[in-house]
């Protein structure tokens, strides 16, 4: 049995849950209100391209949590209920099950973000927008790739933990920290430093760096850099979008690599 068999059964499995129904419907409602707002209050030109700078903020936080509740449950589910051993008593091994699972659980985020992209690409341009097709299909990109980055983050949880109760709260806490507080934290260092004396302002280059880890935080330089023109990557070259890109692409395969190293050599028993 290959991985394509697991995917297209985890898929279909996955896919008929009404809570899966309200995951997938939360980033495409988003990508669609902020498309039929963005005419309406964004500033002219009126572009496909601007629009990505209008919505990555929102789906800075709407993506991420629809990727760790689609992916937490992914293998733990069937690890609690032993049906991981029979799974693994057929003709097909642990890499084969990871990667099929990642494939059902990203390509029913990713269809979703896409679908809706379309549609909102549609909401843009008509009557009055203008369609900028290479910026707007990178950010499509990007967006799809960062659902798959927080929806592995969510099955890497899913990887490292034995309980259900466990992968929730690993993934949750990830998304919370990241999404929740990140900002927050960030936010009230630089307060602190500014009582302080010891800065006049923004937080010193290499402190942003820090926070700029932050799979959001690199999402968004990363479509700020290289897709919307009405936007500008400040400061040093290593606050850049490059940078953020290789970041990014760290976050996307790093902790999944990591957790299925361990998962792979575990005893499941």
Not at 152 to 164: D, F, P, Q, V
Not at 186 to 199: D, E, H, T
Request: aromatic share 12%; charged share 10%.
């Amino acid at each position: 049995m290959s991985w394509r068999v697991i995917a297209r059964t985890d898929g279909a499995l996955a896919a008929e849950p009404r809570s899966t129904h309200l995951l997938l419907g939360l980033p495409a409602a988003t990508i669609l209100v902020a498309a039929y707002l963005y005419p309406i209050l964004g500033a002219d030109p009126i572009t496909t391209a601007r629009f990505t700078g209008f919505v990555d903020g929102w789906l800075a936080t709407v993506v991420p949590l629809a990727g760790v509740l689609l992916g937490y449950d992914a293998v733990v589910s069937e690890r609690e209920s032993g049906a991981l051993l029979l799974s693994l008593s057929l003709p097909h091994g642990r890499d084969d099950f990871v990667l099929g699972k990642v494939a059902s659980r990203v390509g029913l985020l990713s269809g979703a973000v896409l679908a809706a992209m379309v549609v909102g690409a549609g909401l843009v341009v008509y009557p009055f927008g203008s369609l900028a097709a290479a910026p707007f299909c990178g950010f499509v990109v990007a967006t799809v790739a960062f659902g798959a980055l927080w929806t592995n983050l969510g099955i890497a949880a899913s990887l490292a933990t034995a309980t259900k109760q466990r992968a929730f709260a690993l993934a949750f806490g990830l998304f919370a920290l990241f999404v929740l507080a990140w900002d927050g934290i960030a936010r009230g260092l630089q307060f602190g430093l500014n009582r302080a004396g010891i800065v006049d302002g923004a937080l010193p280059g290499p402190v942003q760096f820090v926070f700029d880890l932050e799979p959001g935080s690199a999402f968004q330089r990363v479509t700020a850099g290289f897709f919307d023109p009405s936007a500008a990557v400040d400061g040093p070259w290593y606050l850049g979008e490059w940078v953020a890109l290789a970041v990014f692409l760290v976050w996307l395969v790093g902790p999944l690599a990591l957790t299925y190293r361990r998962f792979a050599g575990s005893d499941l028993s």
